[in-house]
C-alpha cells in the first residue's frame, strides 16, 4: 500500500486585510449601481430619485457583504471535496435559495428601518410572496458568481502552494544531493590519507607518527567546515596546505608547491574541500617516476563577477588522453563535477587540460561571492 500524499494548502490570508479589499470592491459595486440606477431615472425624466436608489441600492449590496462568509463557507463544504456533478449542483441550488431567502429579508428589513430614519417616509417593498421568488433570479446570478469567482481563487491558491511545495521539495533534494556528495569525499580523502601514511610507517616511524599529528589537526579543521558546503578561500587554504605538508613528507623533494593567491580573496567563497582532491589527481596520475621533481602552482584570482582557481603541475599530463575521459579516473574529479552543477548550476565551469609546457592545468570558476560583514554591536 503505498503512502497517502500529504494534502498541501495554500496559506491563510491576512483576514482583516482581505475583509477590507471586499469591503471597498462591495462599496464600490453600490456606488457604480446607485449611479446607474439614478441615470435611468434622469433619462426617463424622474428626478429627485438619488436618495431612494441610493438606499436601495447600498442595502443590497450590502445585505450580500453581510452574508458574503457564510456563502463562502458553505462552497466550500462542496466545491473542493470530491463530488458527483449532480451532487455539486444540487448543493449550489440549495445554497442560491437558503442565500436569495436571506439576502430579500435583510433587504426589507434593512430599508424598513432605515427609510424613516433618513427622512424617506415608510418604505413600499411589495408583496413578500412575490417578492421572493422575483428577487431569486437575481440573487442565483450574484451567488453563482461569488461562488464561481471564490472556486477559481482558491484553485489558484492552491496551484501556487503546490508549486511552492514543489519547488521546496526539489531545493531539499539538491542539497540532500549535495551533502551525500560532500559525505562521500571525505572518507574518500581520509582512505588515501592514511593509505599514504602507512607507506611511510614502516620507512620512518618518525615521519609517520608527524604524518598522523598533522592528519588529525586536518581533519579538526574539514570538521570545523563541515557545517557547511561554502567556506573562505582562507580556510580552504589552510586545510590544503595541512594536506600539502603531509604529502611532502611522502614524496620529500621530488614535490614543490608554490602559490599565486590575491590576499583580497581571503573572504570569497569557495566549496568546502574543493582543492585537495585537485591536488590528489595530481600526485596519483601527474608524478613522474624517479627523482624527476613536479611543481604544483595553486592561483587564485578575480575575473569580473567569477572567482578562478587553478591548480597546475609539471607532471606527466593527460598524454593522448581526452580532458572530458579524466573525470572518470577516480572519485575526486567526478565528485568536484557534481558539487558544482549542484551549486552553483550555469553560473560555473570546471576544466582540465595539458599545459603547453607540459603537465595538466584544472581551471574553476565559480561566482564571486564572499562573507556578510558580522553585525555590529553598538
Not at 595541512?242 to 611522502?250: A, D, G, I, P, S
Request: charged share 15%; proline share 6%; hydrophobic share 45%.
Amino acid at each position: 500500500m503505498q503512502p497517502a500524499k500529504a494534502a498541501v494548502c495554500p496559506p491563510p490570508l491576512p483576514r482583516v486585510l482581505s475583509w477590507t479589499v471586499l469591503f471597498l470592491i462591495y462599496t464600490g459595486i453600490a456606488v457604480l449601481l446607485t449611479g446607474y440606477r439614478y441615470l435611468d431615472d434622469l433619462s426617463r425624466q424622474h428626478p429627485g430619485t438619488l436618495p431612494i436608489r441610493a438606499l436601495e441600492e447600498i442595502t443590497g449590496v450590502y445585505s450580500v457583504f453581510i452574508l458574503l462568509p457564510l456563502v463562502l463557507r458553505f462552497a466550500g463544504l462542496y466545491l473542493f471535496p470530491r463530488k458527483r456533478w449532480f451532487q455539486v449542483v444540487m448543493w449550489h441550488l440549495a445554497g442560491a435559495i437558503v442565500f436569495s431567502f436571506a439576502h430579500t429579508t435583510l433587504m426589507a428589513i434593512s430599508r424598513h428601518v432605515i427609510s424613516p430614519l433618513v427622512g424617506l417616509g415608510p418604505y413600499d417593498y411589495g408583496i413578500m410572496l412575490y417578492r421572493y421568488p422575483m428577487e431569486f433570479s437575481n440573487d442565483l446570478v450574484s451567488f453563482t458568481s461569488v461562488v464561481g469567482l471564490y472556486y477559481y481563487f482558491q484553485r489558484f491558491r492552491l496551484a501556487q502552494a503546490q508549486q511552492l511545495a514543489a519547488a521546496h521539495l526539489q531545493t531539499k533534494l539538491a542539497e540532500a544531493q549535495l551533502e551525500n556528495l560532500r559525505l562521500q569525499l571525505q572518507p574518500h580523502f581520509l582512505f588515501n590519507t592514511l593509505n599514504t601514511i602507512s607507506s611511510v610507517m614502516y620507512e620512518d616511524v618518525q615521519a609517520a607518527d608527524v604524518m598522523l599529528t598533522q592528519l588529525s589537526d586536518l581533519l579538526r579543521l574539514t570538521l570545523q567546515a563541515s557545517r557547511t558546503h561554502e567556506i573562505p578561500l582562507v580556510e580552504e587554504l589552510q586545510i590544503t596546505r595541512l594536506y600539502l605538508e603531509l604529502m611532502q613528507k611522502r614524496f620529500e623533494d621530488k614535490l614543490r608547491v608554490n602559490y599565486a593567491i590575491d590576499a583580497a580573496l581571503d573572504n570569497s567563497l569557495v566549496p568546502q574541500l574543493i582543492l585537495q582532491p585537485l591536488l590528489e589527481n595530481s600526485l596519483r596520475h601527474g608524478m613522474k617516476p624517479g627523482d624527476e621533481v613536479m611543481n604544483i602552482l595553486i592561483a587564485a584570482q578575480r575575473e569580473n563577477g567569477s572567482l578562478v582557481l587553478k591548480v597546475s603541475d609539471t607532471g606527466t599530463g593527460l598524454g593522448v588522453m581526452d580532458s572530458t575521459a579524466a573525470f572518470g579516473r577516480g572519485v575526486g574529479l567526478s565528485n568536484i563535477r557534481d558539487r558544482l552543477a549542484h551549486l552553483y548550476g550555469a553560473g560555473q565551469a570546471f576544466s582540465i587540460d595539458n599545459r603547453a609546457t607540459g603537465g595538466a592545468e584544472v581551471t574553476l570558476r565559480v561566482p564571486y561571492r564572499t562573507l556578510p560583514p558580522p553585525p555590529q554591536i553598538a
